[in-house]
């Protein structure tokens, strides 16, 4: 957000992107956790999660997964832009889909094809920013007119 501002982006729409971010990146973390149970299990470091333990019903897990990821995605259109919104929900679907539920019991590669995931995060502030995904800077204009 900063390279694509030259400078501060604004301390309300950085407020925006940071907690529509979280957001994304919770609700990604959330179905990531229910998915992924079975093997949680079974390693030490993630066998107490509440996911596994089932403290956290896997339901209530993805009602609010789902809910997290509706918020955040609202959020980012309301205080960015439709473009912002719509990357980072395309991270959380490259998170789930592609790294979590196609290569991470196929692969060992999957840290590596799906860590393409964190790419999007970027991609969010710089649309936040110019309202646009350019190489080039370009400050959009915004009309009140109806």
Do not use: E
């Amino acid at each position: 957000m900063l390279i694509a501002a030259k400078g501060w982006p604004g301390t309300g729409l950085f407020l925006v992107v940071a907690l529509g971010g979280y957001m994304m990146a919770g609700a990604a973390n959330a179905i990531n956790m229910v998915v992924d149970r079975d093997i949680d299990a079974r390693m030490r470091r993630t066998a107490k999660r509440p996911t596994v333990t089932q403290r956290i019903s896997s339901r209530d897990a993805l009602l609010f997964a789902f809910g997290l990821t509706l918020s955040a995605f609202l959020l980012l259109w309301w205080g960015a832009n439709l473009l912002s919104a719509t990357l980072a929900l395309m991270g959380l679907i490259w998170y789930v889909l592609v790294y979590t539920l196609y290569l991470k019991r196929r692969t060992w590669q999957n840290i590596v094809i799906g860590g393409a995931a964190g790419a999007f995060p970027p991609l969010v502030g710089w649309a936040a920013v110019t309202g646009a995904l350019s190489h080039t800077f370009t400050r959009p204009t915004r009309s009140c007119t109806p």
